[in-house]
């Protein structure tokens, strides 16, 4: 199953898919989604062990510019 693309709610015209990247140092992550509050690790990183995690997909209005996130179920795909 596929995620239809969306209307952008203030312009009415289809929204362009895209996603968000992440840069650290010498680094690049796509941004996910993590289940629950967030909650210090060790090492001053966050707790992401044991949770649900997506990949989010970002859609823009190429009109006026609002982004809408979504992080579908793998399953769901």
């Known amino acids: 199953m596929t995620t239809p693309t969306p209307e952008c709610p203030a312009c009415r015209v289809t929204m362009q898919e895209g996603y968000s990247i992440d840069?650290?140092?010498?680094t690049a992550h796509i941004q996910m989604w993590t289940?629950?509050?967030?909650e210090k690790g060790?090492?001053?990183g966050l707790k992401t062990k044991n949770?649900?995690?997506?990949?989010?997909?970002?859609y823009r209005c190429p009109k006026c510019g609002w982004v809408?996130?979504?992080a579908p179920d793998a399953a769901a795909e």
């Open 42 to 44: 060790f090492l001053g």
């Open 35 to 38: 289940e629950g509050r967030p």
């Open 23 to 26: 840069r650290g140092d010498k």
């Open 68 to 70: 809408i996130w979504f």
């Open 51 to 58: 949770r649900r995690q997506l990949a989010m997909i970002a």
